[in-house]
């Protein structure tokens, strides 16, 4: 991520504009020019302003904010991110537990010292990302589809079923035939007698086979670069109840710091919430969008089943979908204008998000890591140019860069 560094607090660029038309004439280009030269407040670049730990002053923060302005810098958005140093008394340092009511007062300065000084505030609804920390119970974290795949021996009569964790429930149980280390479609059935942990099967089986054991399970994945006393599971972006209890516990929190004047956009980073393919009324929520039942397709979503797999799996995704825009996109763009603010958001990555998805922001966001591909950047461009939009925001310089010689180095 492209910082600059400002007294040992890391701020990384955005971009937010209307961009150039491809062709003008020349009193029009002059025009252009001048505007780069002095651009309007609302075309300036914003910093990603980290605060680590966060142990933040009153003092350093003005300081900081002065500097920003002085640099023709319009705004910024703060997020507490991960210590840097552990309290030392000696040197005056301390880190402020988030939420605690000195980070809040430090982000009431902040605030206040902005509005005087004409900057821009964003705020990032939380620590690190993505959104989760210690007020996520286990019920609550992403969910995944967990899968075992135990090996039957030949003429066994009874497979023990895997452990289950806090959070877990099992689903479903098939005997699969295999050959050549693949799956038999047609020799798939599912398995109904599961008593005190053990399957059992009415006759011996024949030839090479194994049980797979589908399993609603929780990725376990914690918050990436929290602050101090922001530590936790991530939150199921699935499941409105967790996200609204989320928004009550932290968010409302974050907003109060701020009084009758609410930051300009509150901000979610991309969508990193890795193996989060489940919820808990996934089985139901399918049957009722879809029309059939999952449960005895499950293995089309880890084999190959015959013709109708392809289709099974883009239910699958299409629902978990249609859940992250109405569970968690939805209920968050509505949130923030209750609050009087808007929701600026890098809308892609897992779940999966579509352009469409996009729907639901009011400031797309895209980054710029992905020099081969289809950028992020472009996709959400692109889903301004849907929604009639004219602001795309992107975080212009971000990952790491290769230096002409030496090392990697985080930029």
Known sequence: MNKLVLGGVVASVLFAGPAAPAAAPPAALAELQRSFLDPPDDSRIMMRWWWFGPAVTPAQLEREMRLMKEAGIGGFEIQPVYPLSLDDPARGLRNLPFLSPEFLAAVRFTSDTARTLGLRVDLTLGSGWPYGGPQVPITQAAGRLRVERVALAAG?????????????????????????????????????????????????????????????????????????????????????????????????????????????????????????????????????????????????????????????????????????????????????????????????????????????????????????????????????HLFGRTVTSSETWTWLTRLPSGPRRST
């Not at 280390?181 to 194994?210: F, K």
């Open 156 to 384: 066994a009569r009874r497979i023990a079923v895997p452990d289950l964790g806090a959070g877990e429930t099992l689903l479903a149980v098939f005997l699969a035939g295999k050959e050549a280390d693949a799956i038999v479609p047609g020799s798939v059935r599912e398995l109904d007698a599961v008593t005190d942990g053990v399957v059992r099967l009415s006759e011996g089986i024949d030839g090479p086979h194994e049980v797979l054991f589908f399993i609603a399970s929780r990725t376990g994945m914690m918050v990436k670069r929290p602050a101090v006393a922001a530590e936790g599971f991530v939150l199921d972006h699935y499941d409105r109840g967790a996200v609204l209890a989320y928004l009550g516990s932290v968010g409302d929190r974050l907003l109060s710091a701020f009084g009758s004047e609410p930051p300009y956009a509150v901000f979610c980073d991309s969508l990193e919430v890795f193996d989060s393919d489940w919820t808990g009324d996934m089985l139901e929520e399918f049957r009722r969008r879809r029309g059939y039942d999952l449960r005895p397709h499950l293995p089309a979503l880890v084999a190959d089943m015959g013709p109708d797999t392809a289709a099974i799996r883009h239910d699958w995704g299409r629902t978990l979908t249609e859940l992250l825009e109405e569970r968690f996109l939805a209920p968050l763009a509505d949130w923030a204008h209750r609050k009087g603010t808007r929701l600026r958001i890098q809308g892609y990555g897992i779940p999966p998000a579509t352009i469409a998805s996009n729907v639901h922001a009011d400031l797309s966001e895209g980054e710029g890591h992905q020099w081969k591909a289809l950028r992020s950047s472009r996709w959400a461009s692109s889903a301004n």
